[in-house]
């Protein structure tokens, strides 16, 4: 196709966080370029984040593929944004800072005390910038955080949460997938600070799986939500609250959870999203105040 012209088909980003401009039916002379504008709606989590757009141009068997990259900066930014906790690694340190230069405090590591390097709460004054000690020493396996989140006392970051990065906090902790088909988009929920038993209504995006079978729909009810319940009935309720079928690939689970229990620099509760073909956890953090 190098010596002829490339009619663009369609443009679909892999998820619905990114939206790109209409290039449907745009021509691409031979050697010629085209300009794409999109946009990443990344979640409140840190790092470096990748979206993927896919191109179909006529006379191809196969869509091309659009790489987008972009890094997420919260106004109090951990570096490194996760904690690296693999081939028996138990311990480290994460600095925080913050982007305008403005002393800050944290609240809470974890929801424990923060362990600081340098630095005495008791004795030294707010910083910008601050190093803290991080540690999964002693833990099971399936007790390993997914998340180490610092709770902060800035209104617009109250929560920085840092990936943990461990070989049972990825794909090992969710073998279900292969069986029901589907996954959730983006299984961690940001509420950041909340109040105790006020509703908050959220929405997240279940997406078709099937690596195994080439992609292929082979159980067409994958997407119908049933039931959305809290795993973590002490600290959070949970009511289903709508459906709705985006595309052939992603549905829109709606639901309305309440902070309940006791004020704590840090809630984190899991809600199980539950299909016709089986259910996975959402993850919810929040600091809640009464």
Not at 56 to 62: E, I, K, P
Not at 213 to 226: D, H, I, K
Request: with cysteine.
């Amino acid at each position: 196709m190098g010596t002829e012209e490339v009619v663009i088909v369609s443009a679909k980003p892999s998820c619905v966080c990114t939206t790109l401009t209409d290039l449907t039916g745009t021509r691409i002379p031979p050697g010629g370029t085209i300009e794409m504008a999109a946009s990443l709606d990344a979640p409140k989590q840190p790092g470096e984040k990748e979206a993927k757009v896919f191109l179909r141009v006529q006379g191809a068997d196969r869509p091309a593929t659009v790489r987008i990259k972009g890094m997420v900066t919260l106004p109090i930014q951990p570096t490194p944004p996760y904690a690296e906790a693999l081939k028996g690694v138990t311990s480290g340190v994460i600095d925080l800072a913050s982007t305008d230069g403005r002393p800050f405090s944290v609240l809470a590591s974890n929801g424990t005390a923060p362990v600081f390097v340098g630095f005495d709460p008791a004795k030294d004054a707010p910083r910008a910038a601050y190093r803290l000690q991080w540690s999964i020493e002693g833990m099971a396996p399936t007790a390993i955080p997914r998340w180490w989140i610092f709770t902060t006392d800035r209104p617009e970051c109250v929560l920085v949460p840092c990936r943990v990065r461990n070989e049972n906090t990825g794909a090992r902790r969710d073998m279900a997938r292969m069986q029901r088909h589907w996954i959730i988009e983006d299984d961690f929920v940001d509420l950041g600070e909340v109040r105790l038993n006020a509703p908050i209504e959220v929405a997240c995006v279940i997406k078709h799986y099937n690596p195994r079978g080439g992609g292929q729909v082979e159980q067409a009810n994958w997407w119908q939500a049933q039931v959305v319940q809290s795993v973590s009935q002490q600290s959070l309720r949970a009511e289903f609250a709508g459906l709705v079928r985006l595309d052939d690939e992603r549905a829109e689970v709606r639901m309305k959870v309440t902070p309940i229990g006791n004020p704590t620099e840090l809630m984190n509760a899991f809600v199980e999203i539950r299909t016709a073909t089986g259910g996975g956890l959402l993850e919810f953090a929040a600091k809640v105040d009464r």
